[in-house]
């Protein structure tokens, strides 16, 4: 079976979501031009076909325009097609999957819920190698002490930051800064 993919607008951009039959093999975070994630998608996946997702997918897509959007939906029962990925990753982003929207996590907190308490470093690089941004929240992971960290999207940290406000963040279980505004903070991409 051939992949097909879609492209759809979110408020920071186009996204896309490729998939094969029933299972996401890679979603992209959002370009500010179109043209510029169209050519990913085929950069990445050049026998891919657009088409218009349905069911899971689908479900998938509306979810992470949501997200963006400000919603709180929860996509961890997303199907990703996890296919050749090392078991480290598929650890992390499986615990990472239940970090619901608003809520953070560190990446040594991450390490050791994914059954390696020293690998902190590691899960940064399997989280820049994340290929289901959104879905597999990348983004709701901090440094030590609430610091940003990396981030390996297009904007980098800028856009991290837009998302999880977005999201009204917390740090850990305290209230957090993004709690009592009324509106979303903007934050400009340069």
């Known amino acids: 079976m051939t992949n097909r993919f879609a492209l759809f607008d979110t408020p920071l951009g186009r996204s896309a979501i490729v998939w094969r039959e029933d299972a996401i093999q ?14 990913l ?3 990445m996946f050049p026998d891919a076909v657009i088409a218009e997702p ?13 997200l963006l959007e400000g919603g709180r939906e ?4 997303a199907p990703l097609d996890m296919t050749g990925l090392d078991r480290f990753s598929v650890a992390v982003y499986q615990v990472l999957r239940a970090v619901g929207p608003g809520q ?6 991450l390490a050791e819920r994914a059954g390696a308490p020293s690998a902190a470093r590691a899960v940064g690089v399997a989280l820049g190698r994340n290929p289901f941004p959104i879905i597999v929240p990348c983004h709701r992971v ?15 940290v800028v ?14 279980e305290t209230p957090g800064l993004f709690d009592d505004l009324g509106l979303p903070l903007s934050l400009r991409r340069r």
């Open 26 to 39: 890679r979603t992209l975070l959002p370009e500010r031009d179109a043209a510029t994630t169209l050519q």
């Open 41 to 43: 998608v085929q950069r």
């Open 54 to 66: 349905d069911g899971p997918i689908a479900a998938a897509a509306d979810g992470m325009r949501s």
């Open 74 to 77: 929860d996509l961890r029962d």
């Open 104 to 109: 953070t996590i560190t990446y040594g907190a």
């Open 142 to 156: 901090l440094a030590a002490g609430g610091r940003t960290g990396g981030f390996s999207a297009p904007g980098g």
């Open 159 to 172: 856009t991290k930051l837009e998302i999880l406000t977005r999201e009204r963040a917390r740090v850990g």
